[in-house]
């Protein structure tokens, strides 16, 4: 602990915000049910399947294998239920917080490690997603343990021994298979270390391990991952004009405002201290390079190949932004320019809460944002009809020819609320009943329910929605 902390003020600091952020992510974690892509991580951690079905599963389907296994485990351990997942991405994202504070900490000061925990403990973007069964919390940590280990004082560390080297090799593959887009930080360290080498002219020996190491890495993962990938998502929109107004941050902080005010406060310490930055050839100099990497490449990609780039898919870059907003913003001499800087960032952050569930569940009703499957489920039982097969549009690529995920949630769902329901596979006409439900997931397609060829001796009786999620009772015509 003393690596952390250096005295009791720190603690009673860090304890208070490690608290109060994880709260606003675990308190009504489970209010909303899941939505399609949850439903596929929850299938592919089914502690059920044999370690070496699951692999072959997950790489079938996502090729996100570190969360998916850890959440297998997790389950394991836990119990393999509905309202238990995600509590594993509750616990990663508290670790988050814990380690940026030493991130920090151990490559500037305590008031700047502070400050950063504080900005992430309330970022509704990382509270987003660490109350979803995804990947996106765990790339998140991963890259935070990954720089913790090879940065010392602002430096890469001189001298690494063999209990690290064996650290950073198993989390730089752990990092890399826990989200496809943490290939930026070994590729923006390599391109760092490379600079530097450019600039003094020497590698140091921590240097040489790291690059070497980073080669070897992303190698192994590119391979698998180019030998296993079967689809790229079709989904993803071409970027507007707009996103060269803000660069996803007001995705990343709740707002266009807030986004904006954390865009412009960002480019003017960044521009104001570049010179610094560039001097210096540390943590700062690697942090700026991720992002140029990380954005230029993405979005040359995207136009000359097809669209990639989506916020959660870069959710890490909220560690460099985080980061040198929270160290640079210390280096302005006028304290009253400081203190008012610091008050556009933090107050604005906290109030907005108050216009998002975090905050607004304490005084309010609030509606769910995902499929409400409970309430679904209740509804059938009510009308007596117990039948159920799913529609899936094509548009989700993941699920069109497998509907194990769907089936295995709302199975393990009716475990939960004590209820009987058959899945019957709508495309098997003689074993189709007379009356079943007909479930349309709309929260992966915007494209409106059209009744299967299949059904065609089926009528349409009745409909309901349950927020992005659509049934529809079918009954047998008599003709």
Do not use: C
């Not at 913790?148 to 950073?168: A, C, E, H, M, P």
């Not at 060269?244 to 003017?268: D, Q």
């Not at 959710?315 to 610091?342: D, E, G, H, Y």
């Amino acid at each position: 602990m003393k690596t952390f902390f250096k005295s009791e003020k720190q603690i009673f600091y860090l304890s208070l915000i490690i608290i109060f952020g994880s709260f606003l992510r675990g308190y009504n974690i489970n209010f909303n049910d899941f939505w399609s892509d949850e439903m596929v991580s929850f299938y592919l951690s089914d502690p059920h399947k044999s370690f070496i079905e699951s692999i072959k599963i997950i790489f079938e389907i996502n090729l996100m294998l570190t969360f998916e296994i850890i959440l297998k485990y997790f389950h394991l351990i836990f119990g393999y239920d509905v309202y238990v997942s995600r509590y594993l991405n509750l616990f990663l994202s508290t670790l988050s917080i814990l380690y940026f504070y030493k991130l920090i900490k151990n490559n500037s000061d305590s008031k700047v490690a502070i400050l950063g925990i504080l900005l992430l403990s309330l970022n509704i973007f990382h509270i987003r997603y660490a109350m979803e069964v995804r990947s996106y919390t765990l790339s998140f940590l991963m890259v935070i343990l990954f720089l913790n280990l090879i940065f010392k004082q602002g430096q890469i560390r001189k001298k690494i021994n063999l209990t690290r080297s064996l650290k950073i090799y198993v989390t730089s593959i752990l990092m890399l298979f826990s989200h496809a887009f943490t290939i930026f930080v070994p590729l923006s360290l390599n391109t760092f270390i490379f600079l530097k080498y450019l600039y003094k002219k020497n590698f140091e020996k921590g240097e040489l391990f790291i690059f070497i190491t980073n080669i070897i890495t992303t190698a192994i993962f590119l391979f698998i991952y180019i030998q296993n990938i079967t689809h790229t998502p079709s989904w993803i929109p071409q970027l507007k004009f707009s996103f060269y107004t803000n660069y996803f941050f007001s995705n990343f902080f709740g707002s266009r405002l807030i986004g904006g005010v954390y865009l412009l406060v960002f480019i003017y310490l960044l521009t104001t201290f570049i010179k610094k930055i560039f001097k210096e050839m540390g943590i700062e100099f690697f942090f700026t390079i991720l992002l140029l990497l990380t954005y230029s490449i993405t979005i040359i990609y995207g136009y000359f190949v097809e669209p990639i780039l989506i916020p959660r898919y870069i959710i890490f870059i909220l560690i460099p932004v985080l980061f040198l907003i929270s160290s640079l913003v210390f280096n302005i001499k006028n304290k009253i320019l400081r203190f008012t800087i610091l008050s556009f960032l933090i107050l604005p952050t906290f109030l907005n809460h108050f216009t998002e569930n975090t905050f607004k569940q304490f005084y309010t009703k609030i509606y769910p944002s995902k499929p409400e499957i409970k309430k679904m489920l209740l509804y059938m039982k009510k009308m007596n009809i117990l039948n159920y097969s799913f529609f899936i549009n094509d548009d989700n690529q993941l699920l069109v020819n497998n509907k194990d995920p769907y089936k295995n949630y709302l199975e393990k769902y009716s475990i939960k609320i004590n209820q009987n329901f058959k899945f019957t596979n709508y495309k098997d006409e003689q074993n189709l009943p007379e009356n079943f439900w007909l479930i349309y997931i709309t929260d992966v397609t915007d494209k409106p329910f059209i009744k299967p060829q299949e059904l065609k001796k089926y009528d349409v009786n009745d409909m309901k929605s349950f927020n992005r999620i659509e049934i529809y009772k079918l009954k047998k015509n008599e003709s």
